[in-house]
């Protein structure tokens, strides 16, 4: 084989970063044989290291040289090796990358590396959640592990983008009996299969339990009498809850009243709500009943179970939210839709999440609902924009970005906090707590919500809704519900 035709049955690649990440990176590419790619040389910002060879390979200069590195060489791709990088570093190398015609892979973050090793297949593309501007939330999986390992978990809602990661986290922490309910069977299935997959040794129940049933739900806790409750079951879709305030009410309210209920009675050691930023002066039907289901839990408080409840905002690539709408727009070929240019947002990821409310159920002393930092908001236009880009197309060229005027019961802007309220550090740097400034809802309340539920009568359920969210405003767009 001559040398003009192995240089075509391999790729030439170019190393952001002439660190320890992409040293350590061109030691694999050369100990596990990958002859398909030729390493031409690094890229790195720090003057110092330009013109040195590291690795016996040169450092050609900054980043902004990659352009010019690209046709030189004839590099066919480009490896991000800076596992720290913020994310405007690694927006402005994605669009030389892009500008230049090459694709681009990165090494996953720090958090995310696995025994500080990096190699080839470790090396992925550049997703959004790169792009945002988030620091990304350190893991304390030993904590986890410790208050969890031995004991029963219960998880509703398991076959949901939230709940379905919260188990795959307490499945990893070796509880003594994993318990998954769901009423959604697919879903429910689909997550079973995975977790016996990944741990054939756990023992997992999966319970097909609706939350409105309490004959049974009491028959699952009264079965598995669980230790641990992670309440995850709710509907989230906001215009979709301002058509129907019978089954929002029903669901995200009674439903909860009825797991926590289950969970006192059979001396589950903590319940913790999975809430929201909607609940925070809600605008919506949907905030205004999780801000109902804080209050029914919190009422519940002061005995030997701990309850607590967590809010955070909008979760990346969770089912039906933002960003798998627009991967969908884009694949059809546009165009995008964006409720209004000035709509932001605060984003995690679901294992970021989830990680902080198993976090925040091991700090819980009870009556507190936690408030985590999400960091900064995103503007949602710049998230369709940066989701376009990634796709290799351009906004306003390729696919069209349509603003089609906010959705019933939507925010411009969501609030994590409002003015007035007193939040206190804990020993995790991204949680706050909130103490609950109302009193607790009674049971009266309860059954009288119930009672209106039962009737269909919205007007009720919405007077309800009132005296237990006094801040709830309907927002744009609200009409009567069902």
């Not at 002859?35 to 040389?41: A, H, Q, T, V, W």
């Not at 297949?121 to 988030?134: P, S, T």
């Not at 609902?369 to 908001?377: K, N, P, V, W």
């Not at 007193?422 to 706050?432: A, D, L, N, Q």
């Amino acid at each position: 084989m001559t040398h003009r035709e192995r240089r075509r049955m391999t790729r030439s690649t170019l190393i952001v970063g002439a660190g320890e990440a992409g040293i350590l990176l061109v030691r694999d590419l050369r100990a596990s044989g990958h002859g398909r790619f030729e390493c031409i040389g690094f890229v790195d910002d720090d003057r110092g290291k330009h013109g040195v060879l590291v690795e016996g390979l040169p450092v050609f200069g900054p980043a902004d040289d990659i352009p010019a590195l690209v046709h030189r060489y004839r590099i066919d791709e480009v490896f991000i090796a800076i596992p720290s990088a913020p994310a405007p570093v690694i927006r402005r190398l994605v669009a030389l990358c892009r500008a230049s015609g090459v694709p681009c892979l990165t090494t996953p973050s720090v958090s995310d590396l696995s025994e500080c090793r990096v190699t080839l297949k470790q090396m992925r593309g550049v997703r959004i959640e790169d792009l945002l501007g988030r620091a990304p939330v350190v893991f304390d999986a030993a904590s986890i592990r410790q208050t969890l390992q031995g004991r029963c978990v219960l998880v509703t809602g398991a076959g949901g983008s939230i709940g379905s990661e919260i188990a795959r986290q307490v499945a990893a922490a070796s509880p003594s009996t994993l318990v998954l309910v769901d009423r959604a069977e697919s879903d429910l299935y689909d997550i079973e299969c995975d977790i016996r997959r990944a741990h054939p040794a756990l023992t997992l129940e999966a319970a097909v339990t609706d939350i409105l049933d309490a004959p049974d739900v009491d028959a699952v806790f009264a079965a598995h009498r669980p230790a641990r409750v992670y309440h995850a079951a709710a509907y989230k879709h906001v215009p979709l809850m301002e058509r129907h305030a019978v089954a929002a009410a029903r669901n995200n309210v009674i439903g909860t009243a009825v797991v926590a209920e289950a969970a006192l009675k059979y001396g589950a050691e903590r319940f913790v709500l999975l809430s929201s930023d909607k609940a925070v002066r809600p605008t919506s039907l949907m905030g205004a009943t999780k801000r109902a289901a804080e209050r029914v839990v919190l009422a519940l408080s002061g005995g030997a179970t701990l309850f607590t409840a967590v809010r955070f905002g909008n979760v990346l690539a969770s089912r039906g939210s933002v960003v798998p709408l627009f991967q969908k727009q884009i694949a059809a070929g546009g165009p995008v839709t964006v409720t209004d240019p000035e709509v932001v947002r605060y984003f995690m990821t679901v294992q970021e999440a989830v990680h902080l409310v198993l976090r925040a159920s091991i700090d819980g002393a009870g009556g507190e609902i936690f408030h985590l930092d999400m960091g900064e908001s995103v503007r949602i236009a710049d998230l369709a924009e940066q989701l376009i880009r990634l796709s290799g197309l351009e906004p306003g060229i390729d696919i069209e970005i349509k603003y089609t005027g906010l959705r019933p019961g939507e925010k411009l802007l969501e609030e994590l906090l409002v003015e007035g309220d007193t939040v206190e550090p804990t020993r995790h740097p991204k949680i706050f707590t909130l103490r609950e400034r109302l009193l607790p809802l009674s049971r009266e309340w309860i059954a009288d919500l119930s009672a209106a539920v039962t009737r269909r009568d919205a007007d009720r359920i919405i007077a309800l809704l009132r005296l237990a969210a006094p801040e709830y405003a309907p927002g744009h767009g609200a009409s009567l519900p069902r």
